[in-house]
């Protein structure tokens, strides 16, 4: 009996051994889960961080346009380009709050108005009157303009090297520019003792480039005459003005008048008036030529600020204001043609491109 009752304690022990063990080996089944809920945790926070830097690196922008036209639209696209170009794309990481005036004033102040009621990471004006009004409403948002001309006589900055505050940007002229297609035409067009302009004296833009080309002319003894223009639907009234009056035709960055440039295209080549330009995009149009640059070149220039405001950390206010510094004479041979203007030799030789100034 005492022999049967051993056996059955020594069984006994054996299985609660037995079963203290299974229990270690659940508890460490458990432990492993714990691991893994452990491990789903840290997944978990990476998702969580993940999140985190998604919602960060998605942005809002708004821009504001005065007027739909060659110059300034292909300004956007060009910025557009450098922020596609640093992984930020509309429709993925990035809301676009796109505005145009339409040529009217009194939409720059109410755009801007729209603008100043909401937060963006960044906003955007192309052209000096978007900008102005940006400028005196928007003050949560940090702020780029590009086309404007003179950005201390606009009063957007007052220091072009530290503008400070929440603005910045690039001007789309560079005042040798102006002197030098001046210093073309006095040189290759002899027979040209004035140069008619039309323009709006409303544009402040418009109005400080007219200043430049003036004062460089009179340095060749040429007389500026001026058309002057409200909107755009004076602009071939007052071109058809100043035939019989100048020898040649010439614009400035005059978003009115740009705005309505085929009329002036049209008189300059009825009258066999050499029609002189600012911007490459009014000569690939008609223009016989001009000294500029490329504005998608210039909005991917104001592109790569918004980078460094976005992406960098960089404060806007810090960021140098920029002008074009790649001049270049660019001419149409094709209008050329049409405005009776022979083309020499020393003319094609004072352009640096050719394959891509010398429009035929």
Same mark, same amino acid.
């Given at each position: ?11 006994? @022990? %054996? +299985? ?15 432990? =492993? ?22 919602? *960060? ?38 809301? @676009?709050?796109?505005?145009? =005036? *339409?040529?009217?004033?009194? $939409? ?13 990471? %960044? ?5 000096? !009157?978007? &900008?102005?009004?940006?400028? /005196?409403?928007?003050? $949560?948002? !940090? ?16 220091? %072009? ?19 030098? +297609?001046?210093?073309?035409?006095? &040189? ?12 709006? *004296? ?21 007389? +500026? ?11 071939? /009234? ?23 440039? $085929?009329?002036?295209? /049209? ?5 066999? %008036? !050499? ?34 405001? +976005? ?17 270049? @004479? ?19 030789? *004072?352009?640096?491109?050719?394959? $891509?100034?010398?429009?035929?």
């Amino acid at each position: 009996m005492r022999k049967k009752l051993g056996v059955w304690l020594a069984l006994s @022990l %054996l +299985l609660v051994g037995v079963v203290a063990c299974g229990n270690n080996t659940n508890g460490n089944g458990n432990a =492993a889960s714990g691991g893994n809920t452990g491990t789903t945790g840290t997944e978990n926070t990476a998702d969580a961080g993940n999140a985190a830097e998604s919602t *960060q690196d998605s942005y809002k922008i708004a821009i504001s346009q005065i007027v739909e036209h060659p110059s300034l639209d292909a300004t956007r696209e060009g910025f557009m380009a450098a922020l596609k170009d640093a992984g930020i794309v509309e429709g993925e990481n990035l809301k @676009l709050d796109y505005n145009n =005036a *339409q040529g009217d004033p009194t $939409n720059n102040t109410t755009i801007a108005q729209k603008i100043a009621g909401e937060k963006y990471d %960044l906003v955007l004006a192309i052209a000096t !009157p978007p &900008a102005q009004a940006v400028a /005196q409403q928007v003050k $949560n948002s !940090p702020i780029l303009f590009a086309a404007v001309t003179d950005p201390i006589d606009a009063k957007l900055v007052d220091n %072009l090297d530290q503008p400070g505050g929440n603005i910045s940007g690039a001007s789309d002229t560079n005042p040798e520019a102006i002197t030098k +297609l001046m210093d073309f035409v006095a &040189a290759n067009f002899k027979d040209v003792k004035s140069v008619g302009l039309v323009l709006n *004296q409303g544009e402040p833009n418009a109005v400080v480039m007219a200043d430049h080309a003036e004062k460089a002319l009179e340095a060749h003894g040429i007389k +500026l005459v001026k058309a002057s223009v409200t909107n755009t639907s004076e602009v071939k /009234q007052a071109a058809e003005s100043l035939v019989g009056r100048v020898d040649a035709l010439y614009i400035t960055l005059d978003n009115t008048v740009v705005e309505a440039v $085929n009329t002036v295209i /049209q008189v300059a080549n009825e009258n066999d %008036l !050499p029609f002189f330009s600012s911007d490459r995009d009014t000569v690939e149009k008609g223009a016989f030529a001009t000294v500029g640059f490329k504005y998608y070149d210039h909005g991917y220039q104001v592109g790569q600020m918004a980078v460094d405001v +976005l992406k960098n950390g960089k404060k806007v206010g810090d960021l140098k204001v920029t002008v074009p510094d790649k001049l270049d @004479l660019i001419m149409n041979l094709k209008a050329a043609a049409e405005q009776g203007i022979e083309v020499t030799d020393a003319m094609k030789d *004072q352009i640096n491109d050719k394959a $891509n100034n010398l429009i035929e």
